[in-house]
């Protein structure tokens, strides 16, 4: 084997973790290294990379594949850590007021008065380390640490927008409402995320900022159609307006219902998670049913309930969780046909899943609870025709970006996303799982970055317990009750990527699922890594649905593979 001499001056990565088998996570000597790898990785991609997320003392590189992954997590060990270079960028200035409610209580915890907390925060220039939480969120490091504080003991519910704050030694703006832990000690009118600029983050890793001490904000008036988010009814009242000649309308949207595609991808830098349906496979095959591309947009319905009516003649597949598929025909006129000139139709069918079938003007579709499974994936022919969010018309309903979800009354017209000139052949449908109390769900799991904060005993209760699938469960993420998992380390980990699949463990030791509208960074150790072939498994675990995971006794194990010897 050949042996590579290092200078004792070169800076490397100290080890590389697996987070399952499409990431790895590289750990380095602290905020300059990660700056520098992110930046060397930004300007020449590794084969097979799909996305960087830096934290506070890693870096987390996404692979197309797991062998890709596997080829990154070796190479990164190979490289020789250089300086970033500073932004020409020039400086970002943010106008702020400083009247935060955590004001005086930021100027005890440093021994600053007030004047000094403001001195302290505007005479600095502060770089954008990473991105996190929320779109446009910028987690900024200062030149020194004399305004570190620690987050407040209890969240506030709810942070107003352009909030000014502090938690632990990083800076940030709040770009919009939302719960919140950071000291505020100011407010700012500057939009940190704005969907209508070619650039929509204010700031971006490697920026430089810095803050001026102002009497008042200019707030600027808030953008139209490109900020509609999945958090926002307004943008399905505008889409009620609109006529649409050839479509889909929607009479009930059942539990909730979204628009879906496969996704957006690579902009994990600005905080901004890749969405998309939940069960990718199912939403493929309803595509290919009708003709589609694979990442034609279609609806994702929960649980049943989902009642749309035809507005022309229509090919639709409805694909997913086993469940009865009726179609009633409208009311309609024939004079000759009875004494009066009325005959009332209202005649009803069912069509099979998995199958095509014409659904033609005026009738309606009624997607009924299922039998087995969770969720359903309703595809017409040519996509549904909504607005692109950074290249995809998903809905991701932690960030808010994207459609909103579908409300009654709304109309979804036809696009032109289709693939063949045919329909396809009925398919057999897949077993998906039970209904609470009719089985168990085995999902695969690998050991994750942070397995190493649990000893066996836990490792062995992970997989050695049925988890119930909470009520609070959502998009974002699976809550799961069962005996709760002790770590063997105190302390808090400093946030770090994270991936669909992550297993967290919060401090009362009950495991959330990251699913596809997780935040990018995260805070709690992660046990274990769901393989990304049972993601689309685990979308269909019903709320009280039970979860058995599985340890893969022969995936990679990266981290022997990757990690250094101790004396190089």
């Known amino acids: 084997m050949e042996t590579v001499m290092h200078t ?45 997320l ?34 020409d960028s020039g400086l970002v200035v943010i106008e702020t007021v400083y009247d935060g409610d955590d004001l005086a209580d930021v100027a005890e915890l440093t021994g600053l008065s007030v004047d000094g907390v403001i001195a302290a925060h505007t005479s600095q220039i502060w770089t954008v380390a990473f991105a996190g939480f929320a779109p446009g969120f910028g987690y900024m490091v200062g030149e020194n640490e004399a305004l570190t504080v620690p987050r407040r003991p209890s969240p506030r519910t709810a942070v107003p927008a352009g909030s000014v704050a502090l938690g632990g030694q990083y800076s940030a703006v709040y770009p919009r409402s939302s719960p919140g832990g950071w000291q505020l000690i100011g407010r700012t009118g500057a939009r940190m995320w704005d969907l209508d600029r070619a650039q929509p983050a204010l700031v971006r890793p490697g920026d ?60 994990g830098p600005l905080g901004v998670s890749a969405a998309g349906a939940l069960d990718r496979a199912s939403l493929r095959r309803a595509n290919r049913l009708v003709g589609n591309a694979s990442s034609a947009a279609a609806i994702e319905s929960v649980n049943g309930g989902l009642t749309v009516e035809a507005i022309g003649d229509q090919v639709i597949a409805v694909a997913g969780a086993p469940t009865t598929l009726t179609i009633e025909s409208p009311s309609w006129i024939d004079s000759e046909g009875s004494d009066d000139g009325y005959v009332q139709s209202g005649a009803q069918r069912t069509v099979p899943m998995a199958a095509p079938f014409a659904l033609l003007d005026g009738e309606v579709l009624t997607v009924g609870a299922p039998q087995s499974g969770f969720r359903n994936y309703v595809a017409i022919r040519g996509g549904v025709d909504a607005p692109e969010v950074l290249g995809s018309q998903s809905a991701d309903t932690m960030s808010g970006i994207g459609p909103a979800p579908l409300a ?35 999902l695969d799991v690998v050991p994750g970055p942070r397995a190493d904060w649990f000893d066996q005993e836990a490792l062995d209760s992970l997989c050695g317990q049925e988890w119930l699938v909470t009520p ?54 992660v046990i274990g890594v769901v393989r990304d072939e049972h993601l689309d498994l685990a979308a269909q675990v019903p709320i009280g649905g039970r979860i058995r995971f599985r340890l893969v006794p022969d995936a990679p194990d990266f981290t022997t593979t990757f990690t250094k010897n101790p004396e190089n």
Not at 226 to 255: F, M, V
């Open 8 to 52: 004792a001056t070169a800076k490397r990565v100290r080890s590389v973790r697996p987070v399952g088998t499409r990431a790895v996570l590289a750990e380095l000597d602290g905020l300059q290294d990660v700056l520098a790898l992110q930046d060397m990785l930004n300007k020449s991609p590794l084969p097979g990379q799909v996305d960087v």
């Open 54 to 87: 830096a934290a506070a003392e890693t870096v987390m590189v996404v692979g197309e594949s797991a062998a890709a992954t596997r080829a990154i997590g070796a190479r990164l060990l190979e490289l020789e850590l250089t300086a970033s270079e500073a932004t």
């Open 208 to 267: 430089r900022v810095q803050y001026k001490a102002v009497r008042e904000v200019v707030t600027a008036s808030p953008s139209s159609a490109g900020n509609a988010s999945a958090g926002d009814s307004s943008a399905g009242d505008s889409d009620k307006e609109r006529h649409t000649e050839s479509g889909l309308r929607i009479l009930n949207p059942g539990a909730q219902s979204l628009i879906q595609d496969l996704g957006r991808r690579g902009y």
């Open 408 to 442: 009654i009354g709304q109309e979804l017209p036809a696009g032109q996303a289709t693939a063949s000139t045919a329909v396809e052949s009925p398919e057999l449908q897949p077993d998906f799982p039970g209904l609470p109390g009719q089985g168990v769900t085995v």
């Open 472 to 525: 609070q469960s959502n998009r974002v993420g699976m809550r799961l009750d069962g005996t709760p998992l002790r770590r063997t380390r105190e302390g808090e980990l400093p946030s770090e990527g994270t991936m669909a699949g992550a297993l967290q463990i919060p401090p009362a030791g009950l495991p959330v699922l990251f699913l596809a509208d997780h935040p990018i960074t995260g805070g709690y150790p």
